[in-house]
């Protein structure tokens, strides 16, 4: 058994997985998403360069990715800290800071802000999608690469002491690139090695949560123990949402405040309002899937903190758990969702 056993490790060292609370699964406190920049419009393109603004919030709403400096969440530490400090007032214990190799992760600022704010912070191991990846990163073999993802578990990332208690968000595009397959193989081979956490970012296809899990599986991964998020984006017909969750992965609906028009990445999806991300959850709950459903708001452009008028990292604890409770969720099933499904997801083996 190794020292990581039954402990829950974050930014700060380990803590007993009972202290964590009420837990957000999936965001993102300090990162660049530059490599996912969507040029505007031709008749919009002096949007790209506009500040942030009361006039332009709404288009920023509805084209989060065509704004350069709307990419940058790395220039807002102070205004993260003061939503934590918030996030906290409002009953929240723990986050995950899914911040990976390629989206500029950022471990100092992630220990600084836990211990100014007293949240729980799990920064996250491993590599975003394909894009992301250095020429380095694409020579590596399988082997190298989940030494360099356990590395970061039990030493420390980024030539630090500061340990990742989770493996991902590990990125795929669609179709999967032969450099994000080795990085699937690798992390579920330091998962069976760590007996650790893992988090995935699927491919912008209903076909590609289902392919990942099979990549994980022939490597010995421990799909029981891996989160597939995205899917409100991902898998929206009913029928093929519970066929993905026969296979045994935590459910993760983690763009709670997203509501968009056109979804630039994949303009088939029609992306979902919080009210049906709500009924969802409620239709997951009824067919007895309350052990495996996580959620969380995935904050990852500026235009969703609450400087800039949007929803912050409270908004679920604020706005949706209440919603939940009027959509026949119980208040037994949301501590599930909130509390009792992150701890045993984080919980090393
Ligand atoms: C940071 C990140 O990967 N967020 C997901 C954005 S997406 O549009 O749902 O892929």
Not at 93 to 99: C, H, R
Not at 169 to 193: M, N, R
Not at 250 to 262: K, P, Q, S, V
């Amino acid at each position: 058994m190794s020292e990581l056993s039954g402990a829950v490790q974050t930014v700060l060292g380990l803590i007993d997985p009972g202290q964590l609370g009420r837990t957000m699964t999936h965001e993102h406190l300090t990162m660049s998403f530059e490599c996912c920049y969507f040029p505007p419009a031709p008749d919009e393109e002096s949007m790209a360069k506009a500040p942030i603004e009361m006039k332009n919030l709404f288009w920023l709403k509805q084209n989060p990715y065509s704004n350069h400096e709307n990419l940058l969440l790395n220039q807002e530490i102070e205004a993260v800290k003061e939503e934590l400090l918030a996030y906290r007032q409002a009953g929240g214990g723990a986050i995950v800071e899914n911040t990976t190799t390629g989206i500029s992760r950022d471990v100092h600022t992630l220990k600084k802000l836990a211990q100014e704010t007293g949240v729980h912070i799990i920064a996250g191991a491993g590599f975003y999608v394909d894009d992301t990846h250095s020429e380095e990163t694409r020579k590596m073999t399988v082997e190298k690469l989940s030494d360099v993802i356990i590395t970061e578990v039990l030493h420390g990332a980024d030539g630090s002491d500061i340990r990742c208690g989770v493996i991902g968000e590990i990125g795929t595009s669609w179709p999967i690139t032969d450099s994000e397959k080795k990085v699937l193989q690798a992390t579920a081979h330091a998962q069976t090695q760590l007996g650790c956490p893992v988090i995935i970012h699927p491919g912008r296809n209903a076909a590609a949560p289902e392919a990942v899990v099979r990549i994980l599986q022939e490597a010995g991964g421990d799909i029981g123990k891996t989160v597939m998020s995205h899917l409100d984006r991902t898998i929206l017909d009913k029928g093929e949402l519970l066929e993905f969750a026969k296979m045994g992965s935590y459910l993760e609906y983690d763009l709670f405040g997203t509501e968009m028009l056109n979804y630039p990445f994949n303009l088939k999806v029609d992306m979902p309002s919080d009210n049906q991300r709500v009924q969802t959850l409620a239709y997951l709950v009824a067919e007895g899937y309350e052990d495996k459903i996580i959620i969380a708001h995935d904050i990852h452009t500026k235009n969703r903190l609450t400087k800039y008028g949007g929803h912050g990292y409270s908004y679920i604890l604020k706005n949706i758990v209440p919603k939940m409770l009027t959509r026949g969720i119980t208040e037994n099933q949301v501590n599930k969702i909130l509390i009792d499904n992150p701890r045993k997801w984080l919980t090393f083996k």
